[in-house]
């Protein structure tokens, strides 16, 4: 498979500000660990998903990877050049291929602009595409997300939430990227419409060839849009793999108690609930050793002060635990498999 993005030991801190007297003695201001080492790659047509509690990084990497926040070090490569240190003109033509689809089409949308205006401003912005070119890619752009033509004059707020997203949807799609981060784009919907922008979702990547960066805490819409899973845990990812293997045998703590609190449909598979104490740690001062261990109930000495290492254990699966090797003969959590249907 062909590699789109590769990211690699990627940071990204955000200072914060300190009082005068710290500055006179010459004390060094603290700094939030938003993402702290992350390192994977996504392929053609691959949908990786990130998922992880509320404050794990996941938003924070998938602007880092699109530069909308630049990484504090690490590198990340697009389609095989290095974008980290990229700048002006030569980053902006880069940002042709790469696109976002936020969580909230309310926010993310103009509320003064019509939907025509919308979708073609990645076009416009970039002052090379003539008027007709921009009109048969907006009528193509519009089909393929199944917005009808006579809506291109009217406001977001005639539409509903799902619209909204489509609309969301098409301008990400009006310049033709290659991959395409979506943040929680279905969090925000009912869910009988987040069923149908996902299947959309998956209908546009076998059309277009598209890879996703699939941002969520939904495990159960990752486990119906990804093909491997990247679980993330206070700046960190802590298990990698495809999504069959990751959700019928976790090989990380913190993965387990997240697969464990999924509703099931059938009692009697219903998997025990793994609790866990506590919240996720602060960002700014993260534990010593695994971040995971002041929660973890698998927790030694050696967790509280030697942090574990995302490495492989097993074909394809990665996990940044002392003891993974434990969970391999564990018995499976459910008959859960890959990508399925939405419903």
Partial sequence: MKEVLRVTNVVKHFPLGTGLGDRLRGKKGQSVHAVDGVTFSLYENETLGLVGESGSGKTTLGRAVLMLDRPTSGDVIFEGDSISKMKGERLRQIRK????????????????????????????????????????????????????????????????????????????????????????????????????????????????????????HNVGVVKYMADRIAVMYSGKVVELGKTRDLLQRPLHPYTIALISAVPQLDPEKKAEEVPLAGEIPSAVNPPKGCRFNPRCPH??????????????????????????????????QSSTTGKGDAS
Avoid: W
């Fill in 97 to 216: 291929k790469m696109q976002i689809v936020f969580q909230n089409p309310n926010s993310s949308l103009d509320p003064r602009a019509r939907v025509k205006d919308i979708i073609l401003e990645p076009l416009r912005a970039f002052k090379e595409f003539d008027k007709r070119y921009q009109n048969e890619a907006l009528l193509k752009v519009l089909k393929s997300v199944n917005i009808p033509e006579d809506s291109l004059m009217k406001f977001p707020h005639e539409f509903s939430g799902g619209q909204r997203q489509r609309i969301a949807i098409a301008r990400a799609l009006i310049l033709n990227p290659r991959l395409i981060v979506l943040d929680e784009p279905t969090s925000a919907l009912d869910s009988s419409i987040q069923a149908q922008i996902l299947n959309l979702l998956r209908r546009l990547q076998s059309e277009l060839n598209l890879s996703y960066l699939f941002i969520t």
């Fill in 299 to 332: 927790a030694e000495g050696i967790c509280r002060e030697e942090e574990p290492a995302l490495r492989a254990v097993g074909p394809g699966r990665l996990s940044a635990c002392h003891f993974a090797e434990r969970f391999l003969d564990a018995p499976p």
